[in-house]
Structures are given as C-alpha cells and as structure tokens.
C-alpha cells in the first residue's frame, strides 16, 4: 500500500498521525479518566496502528549509531529502585537465583536462568531510546534475540502476543508493570532480552537483570525487570485489557516512532 502512496501525501499522513498522538499521550494523565475520552483514545490507537501499518515495512530497522555517539549519561527511564522485597533479594545475590518463565501458548515451557541466557548467542545494538516525555538518548545494548528465546520454547500457531510481566510494583504496589507485544514484533531483528548496558552488566536502574528492548517504539514499550514471558492469543484479558501498563491509562498500544 505505501508504494501508492506519495511522499508528499505520506509526509502528510505521519504528521497527522503523530501529531494526534502527541496530544493524547501529552494530557492522558489528567484525560484518560474522564469517560468522555475513552472513544477518542481508541480511535488515536486504532489510528496509529492503521498508519503504521501503511506505511512502515515489515522490514523497516532503527537507525543503528556507533560508539562515538553512546550519551555519557544514559537516562533512566521509570521505576528506577522496584519496591519489592523479592526482587531485592534476588539482586543483594546477584541475581543468581532469578529465573525468566516462558511459557503460554507454546510447546515447551521453559525457565532460563541469566547464565542460560548469557550462554545464548547475542546481539549488540547502539539505537537510540524515545521516551514519551520527549527525550532521546542512544545506547548500546546486549543480549539474546527475543525470537532466539522464543524458538526454544516452540510457540503454537494460534499464539499472537508476547506478554511481559515484570518486578516493579506500581500504584503503592497493588499493580506490577507489564507490557505486550505482537509476534511481528517479537521477531523482529532488532527486538531484543538485554541483560547489559554500554558493555557492562545491566545496572538496576535500567531494569537489571534483564530488560525487553525494541527498535521501534517508545520507551515505555520496553518493559523492565523481567520475570516472566507468556505467550497468548490475546492480551484482553490482562490489566485493564488494552495490553499494558501505560496503554490501561490511556497510552497508545503500538506506540510506534
């Protein structure tokens, strides 16, 4: 569809498009409450989807940087220090007793341990990281394929989503942070389990002991403090049905850059 499309009218359509995003993402934390909202957030996520879909090849990459352009300071972004007792205790051992469950729709359900994963073939990636609240910051990253992990566990055909699950509690603790993902995206080249930072152990700041990082879409995307991987046919019935944390406050699901 997007080679009968002009560059002209594309230009147009992707300023439309991120331009609506921006205005919902910028005021969803005093907007997305108000029931008056909720229609006009679905259709912006539907919206989004659509013209990502045009638009963007199933091929498309992130940019990739080198070594001269990694920032001296890589911001974190979000939780920073999970408030939980059992994940603290897995990182004051040094996280030698953490294991990541993957399992759901697949034929053999595994745990990995961090050595496991360590032991995998792995990608390094410099990209640069998007964050809602409008920074950038380019980073280097380690670790497996998603798709590497995802092979050993074999996924059955009617799995259509990869649910992250993670260790950082949220709203005083009644809530973890989770996220979701397609499997086009789960497969993607760039889509990967990091476990470092800049050639040095994932600290906990950037979601130790392992973190989903994507070449596409924005930081709230890429879940930290990984715990557990499940494969589903549809994340509805997770949260508040609309696939992750941010998205049940009124954020775009795709969340494409």
């Known amino acids: 569809m997007s080679d009968l499309i002009s560059p002209r009218r594309r230009r147009l359509i992707l300023g439309l498009g991120a ?10 934390d005093r907007l997305s409450n108000l ?40 911001r974190a972004n979000g939780t920073t220090h999970p408030d939980n007792p059992g994940y603290q205790a897995l990182a004051r051992d040094g996280f030698r007793d953490w294991r990541l469950r993957v399992d759901g729709l697949v034929e053999s359900p595994q745990s990995f341990s ?3 994963l360590r032991a995998m073939p ?17 980073g280097q990253w380690t670790g497996p394929l998603l798709r590497d992990v995802l092979a ?15 260790a950082d509690p949220m709203d005083e603790g009644s809530d ?35 973190r989903l990082r994507l070449g596409l879409q924005l930081g709230y995307k890429m879940a930290k403090y990984l715990m557990h991987v499940q494969l589903v046919s549809s994340y509805r019935p997770f949260g508040h049905g609309n696939g992750g944390y941010w998205e049940d406050q009124g954020y775009t699901w795709y969340a494409g850059i």
């Open 35 to 74: 029931p008056q909202t909720q229609g006009v957030l679905s259709s912006a996520q539907w919206w989004t989807r659509a013209v990502q879909d045009a638009l963007v090849s199933r091929d498309a990459v992130a940019p990739e940087f080198s070594r001269a352009d990694i920032a001296p300071v890589f």
């Open 19 to 28: 331009g609506a995003g921006s205005l919902l993402l910028g005021g969803c």
């Open 176 to 210: 973890y942070y989770y996220e979701s993902i397609d499997m086009r995206t789960a497969v993607h080249p760039q889509t990967l389990l990091a476990y470092a930072l800049n050639g040095e152990t994932l600290p906990m700041a950037y979601g130790a002991p392992l």
């Open 152 to 166: 050993r566990v074999v996924p059955k055909p009617s799995a259509r989503y990869v649910m992250f699950f993670c």
């Open 122 to 138: 792995a990608q390094t990636q410099i990209t640069r990281h998007d964050c809602v609240e409008g920074w950038s910051c380019i």
């Open 114 to 116: 961090l050595d496991a």
